[in-house]
């Protein structure tokens, strides 16, 4: 067992480095850069015409290219991170880039190894070599065609698909987005509520290119393009990026601009949010910030030490957090009043995830004033309306589940059996049956969802060198802790469930101590991975492989290696990420959970020891 002097003052270390990054108020972070963020937004810059071009914009183009040049992966391809495996999403649309901008014959040794590395991966060389990368991505992403279809775009645009190109590129059905939103989920349409831009705008630039060969249909779609156009810049923020995301404020202003439409206002304000958003290095990060996120995670890591928060800084954050509810129906997703978005920018919007770590946060914030019960009753009814009939939550909309964003998954609906939970105290006898009822419906579907190995597999997290990506000691911590917390609460939980998850993580506990995704020969621990689990063990019956964690930990803060992040989360249509401050909460959370765990553990010792030995028991 690591001596609880050392848990302690690696504890406080990794605590002072988070609070250090919040200054006073609320974190605001750093995701990595991404090349596919950078990519995007290059060729989007270089399809503009000179009328619409900045004076700087040259000056972002070459940086950019020097950047992607500078960061590719030893066999030739791109990560979506400095971090990341190779794979054909990003390297397509880097090479596409790379001919978008006319610097491929300046980088000829670049260009030359990631056209080396796509055909390897789909398979084919020769004329015609690309009809096969084409099918590569269609076929990675399936039936949805939130990403495969803009990737194809973008290649095409780029000249990259031969003359042909557009042969190769699915149509989109823009002209659906003239119709009320509310049909949009009985419709099934081919990609999910927060790609809109993208089925508008890529939708045009297809038909512009590729038109329907049925005249009736054409005309039809010819006279729906400015009405969804103005549906378009009616879901555009203020600071003109979609969702605050890189690629797809990208994705929308390529389409326009390849169409001669880049003079619209939405086309000047994508543009700006592009410039406004890169990086002094010359990259763009796949989004701006996961400020709301990182802060309500932040809070809860440091609810174990209640007194790591000055007074003043837990009050400036409530206020801050309880103005960043959403109070009137969203514009762009129609999404109810109550929820939470995973930042403070104008791109955000509310999603179940943030909602209940919201939730989670201001209950550690203070006392529970009328403001607060406000905020906490229409955040946790809010969840409530999002419960899928399966009993799992989505992340965005309910009943939107052909797609994976909007299916149900268990780290979501873990995350919001622990809002639903804790705020039970608080609520009259009517909505607390209520909230009883859908936590019970929420643990039969993770029941349902558990695997034969006692996992659970996120949506949002993963881990490249796992099978097929998967984070299985993120679920499966994720849910260990909901349950234990609903269990230490009192609430009906199936101990065969807990048992069985808990077995699961010792399983994926690897030789040295740490977690990685899998247990894998190849897999390397993380520190976040480690954290998770060791929350999630800490006070359990399982003491060695705790020990075990826990040690990993301290050894990793005292070297000094343990600020360095793992890229395991996933963005949308798998992009890969990784957060700067993941390493710090989910290291304060674990170590947190340590030192209480451990500090019970001596007391109860020391109580066993003062205790006088008991008379013996007369017959």
């Known amino acids: 067992m690591t001596p609880f002097h050392r848990v302690s003052a ?3 270390q990794v605590t002072e480095a988070l609070l250090a990054e919040s200054g006073s108020g609320p974190w605001v972070g750093e995701l990595s850069s991404s090349a596919l963020s950078t990519a995007t937004a290059l060729i989007a810059l270089s399809r503009l015409s000179p009328g619409e071009r900045a004076a700087s914009d040259q000056n972002l183009v070459e940086r950019g290219v020097s950047w992607l040049v500078a960061h590719q992966n030893p066999d030739g391809g791109w990560g979506d991170t400095v971090r990341s495996r190779s794979n054909i999403s990003t390297t397509a649309l880097v090479w596409a880039a790379l001919g978008a901008t006319g610097t491929a014959a300046k980088f000829t040794e670049a260009t030359a190894g990631g056209e080396r590395w796509l055909q390897r991966e789909c398979g084919a060389t020769g004329p015609g070599w690309e009809n096969q990368l084409a099918e590569a991505i269609r076929r990675r992403y399936g039936k949805d065609r939130t990403f495969s279809v803009p990737i ?8 990259r698909l031969g003359p042909e190109g557009w042969s190769q590129v699915p149509p989109l059905p823009f002209e659906l987005a003239a119709l009320p939103h509310q049909l949009f989920g009985l419709l099934r349409l081919p990609v999910v509520s927060y790609a809109l831009p993208a089925l508008i705008a890529i939708g045009q630039v297809i038909h512009h290119f590729a038109p329907t060969r049925n005249f009736l249909w054409r005309l039809l779609r010819d006279s729906l393009r400015r009405r969804t156009l103005q549906v378009l810049e009616s879901l555009q923020p203020s600071n003109g990026g979609f969702l605050e995301a890189t690629p ?20 000047q304000r994508a543009a700006s949010f592009l410039r406004c958003s890169v990086r002094a290095d010359g990259s763009w990060p796949i989004d701006t910030n996961l400020s709301t996120w990182v802060s309500t995670l932040s809070v809860q890591a440091l609810s174990h030490q209640p007194q790591a928060l000055a007074y003043e800084q837990r009050s400036e954050l409530r206020q801050w957090l309880l103005g960043q509810q959403y109070r009137v129906e969203h514009p762009y997703t129609h999404a109810a009043p109550g929820g939470w978005a995973w930042t403070n920018l104008p791109g955000g919007v509310p999603d179940a995830d943030d909602t209940a770590s919201a939730l989670l946060a201001l209950l550690s914030l203070g006392p529970v004033d009328a403001a607060v019960r406000e905020a906490g009753q229409l955040g946790v009814r809010w969840l409530l309306g999002l419960q899928n009939t399966d009993g799992g939550i989505p992340t965005f909309c309910r009943g939107w589940g052909a797609l994976p964003f909007d299916r149900s998954s268990p780290d979501i609906t873990a995350h919001t059996i622990r ?3 804790a705020w039970l105290p608080q609520w009259p006898a009517e ?3 209520r909230v009883e009822e859908a936590i019970q419906k929420a643990l039969r579907f993770l029941e349902k969802t558990q695997t034969p190995e006692g996992c659970w597999v996120p949506l949002w997290f993963g881990n490249e060198a796992a099978h097929q990506e998967e984070n299985r000691t993120y679920g499966t911590a994720r849910v260990l802790l909901a349950l234990r917390e609903l269990r230490a609460r009192g609430l009906m939980v199936s101990e065969p469930m807990i048992r069985r998850a808990e077995r699961a993580l010792l399983e994926l506990q690897l030789s040295c101590g740490g977690w990685g995704g899998a247990q894998t020969p190849e ?3 993380s520190l976040e991975e480690t954290a998770l689990a060791v929350e999630a063990l800490a006070g359990s019956a399982h003491v060695s492989a705790f020990d075990r964690g826990v040690a990993w930990l301290v050894e990793h803060v005292e070297s000094g290696g343990w600020r360095e992040p793992a890229p395991i989360g996933f963005y949308f249509a798998k992009l890969w990420y990784f957060e700067l401050l993941y390493p710090l909460i989910h290291g304060v959370a674990a170590l947190g959970s340590a030192v209480r765990a451990l500090s019970l553990e001596n007391a109860g010792a020391e109580n066993e020891s003062a205790s006088p030995a008991a008379p013996p028991r007369k017959s």
């Open 523 to 525: 897999m390397k621990p």
């Open 419 to 421: 809002a639903w939970s």
């Open 152 to 159: 194809l775009m973008a290649c095409t645009l780029a000249g």
């Open 431 to 433: 909505l607390r049956r």
């Open 248 to 267: 797809l404020t990208s994705f929308v202003l390529m389409s326009l601009a390849a169409m001669g439409a880049d003079t619209l206002l939405v086309s």
């Open 10 to 12: 690696a504890m406080r």
